[in-house]
């Protein structure tokens, strides 16, 4: 078909720019920094000025306290026992929800969300209901020497709780969309189960699993809530970083509770810097599909 | 025999996928699964690979009774419809994957996995993008990867899920020809599925055409397509006229006018029928040429490539006839929209009762 002869001649009209007239762009970005501003670098800088009111050498002294070490300590061995934990759960979970259909499946998957939903202080009294001395179990476990309330077990419990969802949630929707035809086609050429974990469905979700890790980590170093609940606040035995830092603040010690304060700030900035590599990557390799 | 299915049944709650099917394939025959979606013929391969579970049933493959063998040691090649490469290996990789996860003992060396998988990938010519991954390459060559991986466990039978369907029109073709021509080559038992006639006719040694989980007519490309078991088989094989009518007296009506129904049909008393009529078998002329000619007029002209679709509306017919013609005869013709033709049916034919798909 001959074209017509004025689409020949005029060129079509090009309009420089389809999005959002430019008042429109500069207030949604003077508001978005205005908040962060407000929210996040405001608040960041105030824990760094009180932190160092009193000079280095009182930071520094109020983060080697022995108590500040033990605090450290436990968060880290909470930390260390959480991820693991929950990351087995998470794959298990995420594996059985996304590749098999059984009862209840719609059910679990939205009774995942709950611990999001419910608050961690409740988290925390359900577990004191649960194994606390003045239960049948809980005296029952008393009497074998077994102590989960006001101890590191129950700080360890209370935390996977509250941090369970973050890995199962961030590798369904991945999994999902992953679909069952890799692991089919692995079957059908001999490979065992494990080979195929191994193989073919754990290097696929790598990179959602590191990234659910490390929010779950972020998440399991901060948790006050739940925590406070279960840990019954003794010092150097049953403290995390965050309850040393109320401890410190209700005893008018600003600035030591700052400066162990800042010690999750660092801890934040790292998981936010770690997870901002892990994101580049994932977008970069994840995608394959 | 190469694969052998004896009444294999399989139900998804209360829907029947698959009705006591009974198939046999000679060794090295490569054959087409044809049939519409949810027929029942992907759920059958998948019965064949162990991938899903008959209810009831033998599979026989080779002459070996795998019925009961999980998946794994089938030793079936599966190419799905996706591809389903795995997306973190490599080329190379995908294809040795198979040899990799064999139990030690099996397990070739080193060496001889290198140069199975190049010969493998030679083979698909593929051997350029050894160390390429999936994502990288085209729907096509992707597709030709799988059959190499597939190919690499030495398989039984090999089973192919639609596996030219993701492709776009030009690839699909080429690919078609090019997967006849490895077949001719390779001689493993194949079995692919699809729901497009054109490649089951153009592929396959036999076609199986299944519905609703039954076979309802197995043979080679010509007598399925020559001789079709049934009114669903005539009709799926190709575009046609459906012309609803009675017999009576050995004829059958098309509107006004009465034809003579085939020879087992003679017999037959007053019954309603199905009158088929392939477009490419309507003769299409400016003047009559004998007395059972139709007449009408064209309602529509549509390019399809060489030939020229035509929609004609028939006196006392109720609804249109779809012709095709020759380009040629086309333009001697001078047919155009509005003109007056005669139609000639030069073959016609007729099944008694009712059918859907």
Same mark, same amino acid.
């Given at each position: 078909m ?13 309009k ?20 962060f ?9 105030l824990v760094?000025s ?7 050498s009182?930071?520094?002294e ?5 108590y ?10 909470t930390?260390a026992?959480?991820v693991?934990?929950n990351?087995v ?19 679990l ?7 999001? !939903?419910v608050?961690p *202080?409740?988290?925390g @009294?359900? /577990?004191?209901? #649960?194994?606390?001395?003045r239960?049948?179990? %809980? ?7 077994i102590k989960?309330?006001f ?5 360890i419990?209370?935390t ?10 961030e ?5 999902e969309a992953?679909?069952?035809?890799e ?12 080979q ?10 790598r990179?959602g ?40 603040y209700s005893?008018?010690?600003?600035t !030591?509770?700052?400066? *162990?304060?800042?010690? @999750?700030? /660092?801890?934040? #900035? ?5 997870k901002? %590599? ?12 | 025999m190469?694969?052998e299915?004896q009444?294999i ?43 899903e579970?008959a ?13 009961n ?12 419809q996706?591809?389903?490469l ?9 294809v ?11 397990r ?13 990938l ?9 160390k ?40 699909r ?6 997967l ?18 054109e490649?089951?006719l153009?592929l396959?040694d036999?076609i ?6 039954r ?12 001789h079709?078991?049934?009114a ?21 009506s098309l509107?006004?006018?009465h ?5 087992e ?11 088929f ?15 059972n ?11 399809q ?25 086309f ?10 033709v005669f139609?000639?049916i030069?073959?016609?034919r007729?099944f ?6």
């Open positions: 001959p074209q017509p002869e004025s689409a020949k001649s005029t060129p079509p009209v090009v420089k720019r389809i999005t959002d007239p430019r008042s429109v762009q500069v207030f949604l970005v003077g508001f978005t920094y205005l908040f501003i407000g929210f996040i670098f405001l608040p960041l800088g760094f009180q932190a160092f009111q009193k000079g280095w009182f930071y520094l109020s983060i080697r306290e022995p500040a070490i033990e605090a450290v300590k436990l968060t880290l061995l930390v026992i959480v693991p934990v990351a759960f998470g794959v298990a979970a995420a594996w059985a929800i996304t590749k098999f259909n059984f009862k209840g499946k719609s059910a998957k939205s009774l995942l969300d709950l611990p999001f !939903a608050s *202080v409740i988290a @009294l359900i /577990f004191v209901l #649960l194994v606390g001395s239960t049948t179990f %809980g005296s029952w476990l008393g009497e074998h020497g989960i309330i101890s590191t077990p129950g700080i419990i209370a996977i709780f509250v941090t369970f969802p973050f890995i199962a949630r590798l369904i929707p991945l999994m992953q679909g069952r035809d692991e089919e086609a692995a079957l059908t050429l001999g490979a065992k189960g494990w195929i974990f191994g193989k073919i469905t754990l290097p696929n979700i990179w699993l590191i990234y659910g890790m490390i929010l779950c980590g972020a998440r399991s170093i901060g948790e006050f809530g739940a925590v406070s609940v279960v840990s019954g606040h003794i010092r150097g035995q049953t403290n995390t970083i965050p309850l040393h830092v109320e401890i410190l005893e008018y010690n600003f !030591a509770s700052f400066a *162990v304060a800042s010690l @999750l700030v /660092f801890l934040a #900035l790292l998981t936010v810097v770690i901002g %590599g892990i994101e580049k990557q994932f977008q970069k390799k994840s995608f394959h599909l | 190469g694969i299915l009444n049944t399989k139900t998804f709650g209360e829907y029947k996928a698959i009705d006591n099917l009974s198939l046999s394939i000679p060794s090295g025959d490569l054959i087409a699964l044809l049939g519409p979606s949810g027929c029942g013929k992907t759920t059958l391969l998948r019965i064949i690979a162990g991938l579970l209810d009831s049933g033998k599979i026989i493959l080779e002459n070996k009774d795998t019925t063998l999980p998946p794994r040691e089938k030793n079936v090649g599966f190419v799905f996706h591809y389903a795995f997306r973190r290996l490599t080329v190379f990789e995908n040795a994957f198979g040899l990799k996860v064999l139990p030690f003992r099996q070739p060396a080193r060496k001889e996995i290198r140069e199975r998988v190049e010969h493998l030679k083979l698909v010519q593929m051997d350029w993008a050894l390429r991954y999936p994502s990288q390459l085209s729907g096509g060559q992707r597709q030709r990867v799988a059959l190499a991986r597939a190919l690499a466990v030495n398989p039984r039978v090999l089973l192919l899920d639609e596996p030219f369907s993701a492709l776009d029109a030009k690839v073709q080429e690919l078609r020809r090019w006849r021509k490895l077949h001719d080559e390779i001689h493993v038992t194949s079995i692919f599925v699809t729901h497009d006639q490649e089951a153009e396959a036999k199986v055409v299944i519905n609703k989980g076979i309802e007519q197995q043979g080679t490309p010509q007598e399925v397509y020559d079709p078991a049934n669903f088989v005539y009709n799926f094989l190709g575009n046609v006229n459906v012309f609803h009518g009675r017999i009576k007296n050995g004829k059958v509107g006004n006018h034809l003579d129904v085939p020879d049909l003679k017999n037959v008393e007053e019954k309603t029928s199905q009158t009529v392939r477009p490419h078998e309507i003769g299409i002329s400016r003047i009559r040429s004998n007395d000619d139709l007449e009408g007029t064209i309602r529509e002209v549509r390019l490539g060489g030939q020229i679709g035509l929609n004609i509306e028939c006196e006392g017919l109720d609804g249109a006839i779809e012709a095709e013609v020759p380009r040629e005869l333009i001697n013709l001078q047919l155009a929209k509005g003109v007056q139609v000639t030069n073959r016609v007729v008694t009762g009712d059918y859907e798909i």
